[in-house]
């Protein structure tokens, strides 16, 4: 009888020690985006940031690329109870792109194309956590996962990684962006289950 009620709903449920409390694993990569896909040209793209005075470090697309590339095989884990495991990307890590930058800040607003936002601490970007990603899985991002590039922070819940982003803005305290005004978790971190505002 166990035998034939082990994977009876056709949902794989994670046992190796990878898959956080509720979550099932899927091969397929679902798409969750609150609006239309917007369409970013490289040509055109150009990544900000900016600290906590307002001053500005900004990337065109060539000069993001001619940055050190990192090739991130993580497993991610969306709120919607969806993980995949050992996805590869490639991309620039966050240390690269905050190295050089003075601030004093404790946070991070994301802030992307369709006007969609997440807040983050600063040290979650830090210490080989997070990389503005530009392929998935050998192949340019395309615009449905947030191509040309998004966020990639796969130890927090999957709304984190802003796809389409265009700006970070360093913050001196804590505010909360699209999601987090709206019920879910400020922080997110799958394996604490922190889905919902409460958790
Ligand atoms: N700019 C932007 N980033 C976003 C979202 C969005 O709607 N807009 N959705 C978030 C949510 S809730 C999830 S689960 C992931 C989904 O990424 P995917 O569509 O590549 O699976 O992107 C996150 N990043
Ligand atoms: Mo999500």
């Not at 990544?47 to 060539?62: A, D, R």
């Not at 991002?141 to 796969?154: F, I, K, N, S």
Request: hydrophobic share 30%.
């Amino acid at each position: 009888m166990a035998l034939v009620s082990r994977g009876f709903h056709g949902k794989r449920r994670g046992n190796d020690g990878r898959t956080p409390p509720g979550q099932y694993l899927v091969d397929d990569f679902p798409v969750l985006s609150v609006g239309p896909t917007p369409r970013v040209d490289p040509d055109r793209w150009q990544f900000t940031i900016s600290n906590e005075m307002g001053v500005k470090h900004q990337w065109s697309w060539p000069q993001m690329r001619a940055l050190p590339e990192e090739k991130p095989t993580v497993d991610i884990h969306c709120v919607t109870k969806w993980s995949k495991l050992d996805t590869r990307w490639r991309g620039v890590s966050l240390d690269t792109l905050l190295d050089g930058i003075e601030t004093q800040a404790t946070h991070v607003m994301t802030h992307s194309h369709d006007g969609y936002t997440t807040n983050l601490p600063l040290t979650d970007l830090r210490g080989g956590k997070a990389w503005l990603a530009y392929t998935f899985d050998g192949k340019p991002l395309t615009p449905e996962h947030g191509g040309p590039a998004r966020l990639l922070v796969p130890h927090l819940y999957f709304w984190k990684s802003a796809k389409w982003i265009e700006k970070l803005t360093l913050l001196m305290r804590d505010e909360p962006g699209f999601w987090e005004r709206n019920g879910y978790h400020d922080y997110g971190d799958p394996w604490q289950e922190q889905r919902y505002q409460g958790d």
